[in-house]
């Protein structure tokens, strides 16, 4: 029997219903993230539609209100471990918002790491890795997962695998085997799992973005990275979760793509 979608009650879903659904199915606590995850500004008490993006910027945030859209969904927030001045690009940033009356919600580090719309989960059920392993430490948390693929591949088809399911052309640090059999996942900034990954003893190590001073672990540690892009690693978590509020609360969903290159 086919299971119908839920009705969204007239006039929109209650902002702090939604919320706190958030709050606890993200598990926004139990991570240590300077980013301050949640509600970051109060909008409309009543949502009827959701926009996902990866970024906050005055760009997302006036396209999310160009769609309707009464809570946007994003990855990277508004504050970064410390409190800011409501003045220059914060400021426009804020006020599109608030002129909007426009909801707008946080998750990061939870976003990676949850078990089932997790940036990391969503590639690796994409690559159909099986015997998942936490993997990717973050201040003590497995953030990030390790498994095999499905049968061994060499490295270039597999780089092509990853370019076809992000879009983005990869870097590849062919620093160990030709061949790729057991992975590891750290979406978007990820370069310092090299170590970790080698010591698990895995092939190759999936991220987003390198970073200079891990340019020669690959090389010395002999295991294979491939840099798929920060941007295009973090697409996945946005877009499940707001796939989830839909399939939980009925509530239509857009993906707002502004791709950064990065």
């Not at 009356?101 to 690796?124: C, F, K, Q, R, S």
């Not at 973050?138 to 990030?144: D, E, L, M, P, S």
Request: aromatic residues 8%; hydrophobic residues 40%.
């Amino acid at each position: 029997m086919t299971k119908l979608p839920p009705t969204l009650p007239e006039g929109g879903l209650d902002r702090d219903v939604l919320v706190r659904w958030l709050d606890d199915y993200l598990r926004i606590d139990a991570y240590p993230d300077p980013s301050l995850n949640g509600l970051q500004i109060q909008g409309a008490e009543k949502v009827r539609r959701v926009a996902a993006t990866v970024d906050t910027s005055v760009r997302t945030l006036q396209a999310a209100a160009e769609a309707g859209a009464d809570l946007l969904l994003v990855h990277h927030g508004l504050f970064w471990g410390k409190p800011l001045a409501i003045t220059g690009p914060h400021h426009d940033r804020v006020r599109t918002a608030i002129q909007a009356d426009l909801n707008l919600y946080a998750a990061h580090i939870p976003l990676d790491a949850h078990p089932e719309v997790g940036n990391n989960a969503m590639i690796a059920r994409a690559l159909s890795l099986s015997d998942l392993e936490p993997f990717g430490d973050w201040q003590g948390h497995k953030i990030g997962l390790a498994g095999k693929l499905p049968r061994e591949q060499g490295l270039q088809e597999f780089a092509d695998r990853i370019q076809k399911l992000t879009g983005e052309i990869c870097l590849v640090h062919g620093g160990g085997s030709p061949n790729v059999h057991r992975v590891g996942v750290t979406s978007g900034s990820g370069a310092g799992a090299i170590a970790e990954a080698a010591a698990l003893g895995l092939d190759t190590l999936l991220t987003g973005e390198p970073e200079h001073k891990h340019f020669y672990d690959s090389f010395e540690y002999g295991i294979n990275v491939i840099f798929a892009g920060h941007y295009e690693t973090e697409v996945f978590g946005v877009r499940a979760l707001a796939a989830r509020i839909e399939e939980e609360f009925g509530l239509p969903w857009q993906f707002l793509n502004f791709p950064t290159g990065l």
